[in-house]
C-alpha cells in the first residue's frame, strides 16, 4: 500500500477517535514509517501535505487541550510533517526495490548524541587524609648510635645527706648515691606497599603521593609504638578529678607537683576533645565562656601557665594527658627514616611489580620516669 493511501486509510480510521486515540495512532504511525519508507510514492508534495492537514484539522475538532497529551501528539505529528518535507527529493524517486532511510529530527542531548566520555578537567594532586597534628618527636630529643641499644645511667636513690655544722675535728656527714645502667633496644618500625608498573605508568601522580602517604602512616605507627612506652615508664598521677571543678586545675596541680621535685615541665599533651573543654570554660555557671587568666591561646596555641599545651589524638583516650620535662625523654636512632623502591623484591621482575618500604630502626628512652607524669581527666 502507498504512502498516501495509508495517510488516508488513518484519517478514516480515527473519524469519531476519542484525542488519546488520536495521538496512540499517530504515535504508531510514525514508529512505522519513521525508519524507513519503502512504498511506492506516486503523490507530490502538495498532495501529503493536503492529507496531513486533514488529519490536523481532526485533531483540532476534537478539541485537544494545551497539555501533555496534546504537545506529544502534535510533536509526533509533525515530526511526520518535517520528516516528508525535508527529504521529499529522496521520496520522490522511492520504488519497489529502492527505499530510503527517513529520520526525524529531535533535541541533542548527551545521552543520545554522544558516543564516548566528554571532556573533563583533572587535578592531579591527590586529597589525602590527614595526619597527626603533633608527633611525639615534637616533644622530645633525639641521640643517635651506631649499634642496636642505648645505655644511659640514671640515678635512682642516695643514702645520707650532706649538712653544714657539726663539731671541730668530728666526722662530717656523709652520703653516697645509687646508680642504675637502663637498656634501651632499638626495633624496626616498617610497613611497605606493592604496586604494578602498569599503575606507576598510567597514573603520574603515584609516585608523589606513595611517599608522602608512608610517611604520613609511619608517623603514627611510631607515636601509638612511643605512647605505650609513655604510659608504662611516666610517673602515673594521683589526683582526682571530684577535687577539682576544671581541667586546667587538674594541669596547673600537675605542673606544681614537677616543679616541687625541681623539674622544669615545657609540654603539656591533650587529646583534642579536653583542649576544647578547656577552651569553652565558664567564668562562672551561665556567666558565659570566660578562659582562666592561667589559661592563654594565641593564633590557635594554647598556654597554661606559659607551657605550651600539644593536641594528640595518639592518646589512648579522650581523658588521657600528659604533663612533663620533655628534655628527660630521647627518640633513640640507629637507623633513620628511609623510603625505598625496588624492582628486584620477590617475584617483582617476573610480575612487573615495584615495592616501596618504609622503615627505621628506633626506641623511646624515658630516662628520667618522675619528670614525666601520666593523668586521667576522669580518674575517680
Do not use: C
Not at 592563654?296 to 594527658?321: C, H, P
Not at 615495592?355 to 628520667?368: D, K, M, N, P
Amino acid at each position: 500500500m502507498e504512502l498516501k493511501e495509508q495517510l488516508e486509510a488513518l484519517a478514516t480510521e480515527l473519524k469519531g477517535k476519542t484525542a488519546e486515540e488520536v495521538k496512540n495512532a499517530v504515535a504508531e504511525f510514525e514508529a512505522k514509517h519513521n525508519e524507513v519508507i519503502s512504498n511506492e510514492v506516486k503523490s507530490v508534495r502538495e498532495e501529503f501535505e493536503t492529507e496531513l492537514k486533514k488529519l490536523q484539522d481532526h485533531a483540532d475538532a476534537l478539541d485537544i487541550k494545551m497539555n501533555e497529551s496534546k504537545a506529544l501528539a502534535v510533536s509526533n505529528g509533525d515530526s511526520i510533517k518535517n520528516a516528508i518535507k525535508s527529504n521529499f527529493e529522496n521520496i520522490k524517486n522511492v520504488k519497489k526495490g529502492n527505499s530510503v532511510e527517513v529520520k526525524a529530527v529531535g533535541d541533542m542531548t548527551l545521552v543520545n548524541n554522544l558516543t564516548g566520555d566528554q571532556p573533563r578537567d583533572y587535578n592531579f594532586d591527590v586529597v589525602m587524609k590527614p595526619g597527626q597534628k603533633a608527633n611525639v618527636t615534637d616533644l622530645v630529643g633525639q641521640v643517635a648510635i651506631s649499634g642496636g641499644t642505648y645505655t644511659f645511667v640514671r640515678e635512682v636513690a642516695s643514702e645520707g645527706s650532706i649538712a653544714a655544722g657539726g663539731s671541730e675535728g668530728g666526722a662530717k656527714n656523709r652520703i653516697d648515691y645509687d646508680l642504675q645502667m637502663i637498656d634501651v633496644n632499638t626495633d624496626f618500625i616498617a610497613g611497605y606497599s606493592r604496586y604494578s608498573k602498569k599503575m606507576r605508568n598510567n597514573l603520574p601522580f603515584l609516585e608523589s603521593f606513595l611517599p608522602s602517604a608512608l610517611r604520613r602512616d609511619y608517623a603514627k605507627a611510631e607515636n601509638a609504638d612511643f605512647n605505650g612506652v609513655l604510659e608504662t615508664d611516666a610517673t602515673e598521677s594521683t589526683l582526682v578529678a571530684a577535687d577539682f571543678d576544671t581541667k586546667a586545675e587538674m594541669l596547673i596541680k600537675e605542673i606544681a607537683d614537677l616543679q616541687g621535685k625541681d623539674f622544669a615541665p615545657n609540654g603539656i599533651v591533650l587529646h583534642p576533645a579536653a583542649w576544647y573543654d578547656i577552651q569553652v570554660s565558664q567564668k562562672s555557671t551561665g556567666a558565659g565562656y570566660g578562659l582562666p587568666g592561667i589559661v592563654a591561646v594565641e593564633n590557635g596555641q594554647m598556654s597554661i601557665n606559659g607551657i605550651r599545651v600539644f593536641q594528640a589524638t595518639w592518646l589512648s583516650g579522650e581523658d588521657k594527658y600528659f604533663v612533663g620535662d620533655w628534655s628527660r625523654i630521647k627518640k633513640v636512632v640507629t637507623e633513620g627514616l628511609s623510603l625505598e623502591f625496588a624492582e628486584q623484591d620477590g617475584d617483582n621482575f617476573t610480575k612487573n611489580l615495584i615495592s616501596a618500604r618504609i622503615e627505621a630502626q628506633v626506641a623511646l628512652a624515658v630516662e628520667q620516669p618522675d619528670a614525666i607524669v601520666f593523668g586521667d581527666f576522669s580518674a575517680a
